[in-house]
Structure formats: C-alpha cells, structure tokens
C-alpha cells in the first residue's frame, strides 16, 4: 500500500490554519491533513470542532483525516462526515458499539477510522476491523503534541498488519505520536503506512521539506 503522511495541524499556528494546510499542500506534499477534535473529556485538552474544521475544509483541497478524541462519538461522529471529512475516526474507547460508528461514518459519506490507546488491546477488536478503512495505533497518550514515541505499542501494528493479510482487509495502518524521521523506520516495518506527524512538520523551518523527509524516512 502506497505510504501517507498526515501532518497534524495540532502543532500549526492555530490562527493561520489555512496557511498552515497550505505550507504542506502540493503534489509532493501531504496525502491527508490531519485535524485534531479534542473535547476536555475523553482527554484533557480542547482544541476545536466542527466550525472550524468546516473552514479548513473549505481552505483547502488536502482530503482531512479528523481524529475524534471525544465522548459520545455516536453522537457527533457522523456529523463531521457531513462537514466533508473524508476520513472520520473516533476512540473505541469512548463507545460501547465501534462497529456501528464505524457504519454510519460509512453512510455518511467519509471512510471510517477506529483508535486505539496505546494500553487497548487490539485482540477485541479484531472481529469488527471490516466495518472500518482505518485503524488509527496511537503511539502516545492522545491529548497533546510533541510526546515521545512508544515503541512498546508496535507489536499491536504488526499484530493488525498481519490481520490485513490473512483477512484481505482493505485497512489503512495510522500511526499517531511521536513520529519523526528517527521513528518512523520502525513504525514502518512493524507495518504502518500512514503516519500522522504534528512537531516534526511544524516546528521544523520548512513543513513541506519536514513531509519529504518523513516519506523518505518511512521506506521500508
Ligand atoms: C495527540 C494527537 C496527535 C498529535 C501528534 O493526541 O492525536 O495527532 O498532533 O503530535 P506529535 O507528532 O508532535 O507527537
Ligand atoms: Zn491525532
């Protein structure tokens, strides 16, 4: 599958967020924009919500890739599909029914993605994968940018890869925390292929040749 990097605009100017989509876009550039919703509950952080992701919509062509760290993502979920995100996803932890989420995303209109904590196990999850096109193995505590890289989560990237393969699950790996041109080598091998990026784009001098390297770095 072909590799995506997806920059988190968490670490962008959050006054300049057009410009932030902008300084990654291009041919070469990002393959999705990712957009952090947080809501002070599932964790403790707020960042923004369906306004504003309705604006960077409208700024920019960049498909985005909305990682919903919210309660009650039944609820709300569906109605960022409705805001033109082409890839909704949402804490497992945070419903009892992922598989249903994942469906409705799914009939409104945006691919469907499922995180996980770095401490959820994936084993229960295995049986409802096909209900998504995204499985999203947080390598940090979700809540904040510029947090270490947990290798100790990997083995739960290479235990979904191989459920790609035997399953023929057509499933996107997203790794998200952490990643940077040293860590992204070994997200990639344990068999990730999109690779969300928030402080090594942004607070490099150049996000656009930050994107590069990372797609570089990520070879296999
Ligand atoms: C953290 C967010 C990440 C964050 C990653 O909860 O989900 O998307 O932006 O930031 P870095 O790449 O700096 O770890
Ligand atoms: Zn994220």
Redesign the pocket.
């Known amino acids: 599958m072909e590799l995506y990097v997806a920059p988190?605009i968490?670490?962008a100017d959050f006054a300049r967020l057009a410009e932030a989509a902008q300084a990654v876009g291009g041919p070469t550039g990002a393959d999705w924009l990712?957009v952090?919703v947080?809501d002070y509950h599932f964790?403790p952080?707020l960042t923004l919500g369906l306004p504003v992701v309705k604006s960077i919509k409208a700024s920019t062509d960049i498909p985005l890739d909305c990682?919903l760290?919210i309660e009650d993502p039944g609820r709300w979920a569906p109605t960022y599909a409705e805001a033109g995100a082409h890839n909704v996803t949402f804490h497992a932890e945070a419903t009892d029914d992922p598989a249903a989420v994942g469906r409705d995303l799914r009939k409104a209109g945006a691919k469907a993605g499922l995180a996980i904590k770095p401490g959820t196990p994936l084993e229960p999850y295995l049986e409802i994968l096909k209900n998504f096109d995204t499985l999203l193995v947080?390598t940090?505590?979700?809540?904040?940018?510029?947090?270490e890289?947990m290798a100790e989560v990997l083995p739960k990237v290479t235990e979904a890869r191989k459920r790609v393969e035997t399953g023929h699950l057509d499933l996107r790996i997203e790794v998200?925390?952490?990643?940077?041109a040293d860590t992204i080598h070994a997200a990639a091998e344990a068999g990730a292929d999109t690779f969300?990026?928030?402080?090594?784009?942004y607070n490099a001098a150049d996000p656009a040749a930050a994107v590069a390297a990372l797609r570089a770095a990520a070879v296999v």
């Open positions: 988190s968490l670490s990712h952090d947080m964790v952080n990682h760290m947080m940090v505590e979700p809540g904040f940018g510029g947090q890289f998200d925390g952490g990643i940077n969300v990026a928030g402080s090594a784009v």
